[in-house]
Antibody
Framework: EVQLVESGGDLVQPGRSLRLSCAASGFNFGDYAMAWVRQAPGEGLEWVGFIRSKQYGGTTEYAASVKGRFIISRDDSKSIAYLQMDSLKTEDTAVYYC?????????????WGRGTLVTVSA | DIVMTQSPDSLAVSLGERATINCKSSQSVFYSSNNKNQLAWYQQKPGQPPKLLIYWASTRESGVPDRFSGSGSGTNFALTISSLQAEDVAVYYCQQFYSSVVTFGQGTKLEIK
């Protein structure tokens, strides 16, 4: 059974940094692209970005709203995906979901974690 | 980026009746390489993560009840629940996965009338 468990969410001041982790199990992590999707309180889903599998270069794509501030990485030896968030803004407040895609370079998100809450406030 | 627009924003339907949610994309999401529309539908219940219901516009994910169906092609799509059950109360989102820059519709809140 696929399991994705996010951690690292916290209350942080604007301008500070935070790193989220997504621990994966139940599948061959290295074969799949992983993505992050966020949801502000009471709002809809917003794609944050994703990282391809090493077979597809391990390259990343980001939403314009986070490009230059957020970095997604992966450690295939530990089956963990990371979201490094720098220069945080109040509008980054959201539940952050980790998702497993349908392949190494696939943009369909078949499995989701339960999310971790990031609150950016002074 | 491809803009996804859902209608209506909210919908109230009686138990046992049909519910239909529409989704329109700002450009075609038909992928000629696999001859499929790169369109998915998700269901999100309060306090839960989204759950994949439908992909390739009309393929039900494993375990999804057959009262859920998807249709459409190109830029116009629909999610239909043939006979609404109480457990179907949720927010539904469409998503295009044609582009690596994934986009979602704004969501449609489905309630019981």
């Amino acid at each position: 059974e696929v399991q994705l468990v996010e951690s690292g969410g916290d209350l942080v001041q604007p301008g500070r940094s935070l790193r989220l982790s997504c621990a994966a199990s139940g599948f061959n992590f290295g074969d799949y692209a992983m993505a992050w999707v966020r949801q502000a309180p009471g709002e809809g889903l917003e794609w944050v970005g994703f990282i391809r599998s090493k077979q597809y270069g391990g390259t990343t794509e980001y939403a314009a709203s986070v490009k230059g501030r957020f970095i997604i990485s992966r450690d295939d030896s530990k089956s963990i995906a990371y979201l490094q968030m720098d220069s945080l803004k109040t509008e980054d407040t959201a539940v952050y979901y980790c998702t497993k895609s349908c392949g190494g370079d696939c943009y369909l998100y078949k499995s989701w974690g339960r999310g971790t809450l990031v609150t950016v406030s002074a | 980026d491809i803009v996804m627009t859902q209608s209506p924003d909210s919908l109230a339907v009686s138990l046992g009746e049909r519910a239909t949610i529409n989704c329109k994309s700002s450009q075609s999401v038909f992928y000629s390489s696999n001859n499929k529309n790169q369109l998915a539908w998700y269901q999100q219940k309060p306090g839960q993560p989204p759950k994949l219901l439908i992909y390739w516009a009309s393929t039900r994910e494993s375990g999804v009840p057959d009262r859920f169906s998807g249709s459409g092609s190109g830029t116009n799509f629909a999610l239909t629940i043939s006979s609404l059950q109480a457990e179907d109360v949720a927010v539904y989102y469409c998503q295009q996965f044609y582009s690596s820059v994934v986009t979602f519709g704004q969501g449609t809140k489905l309630e019981i009338k």
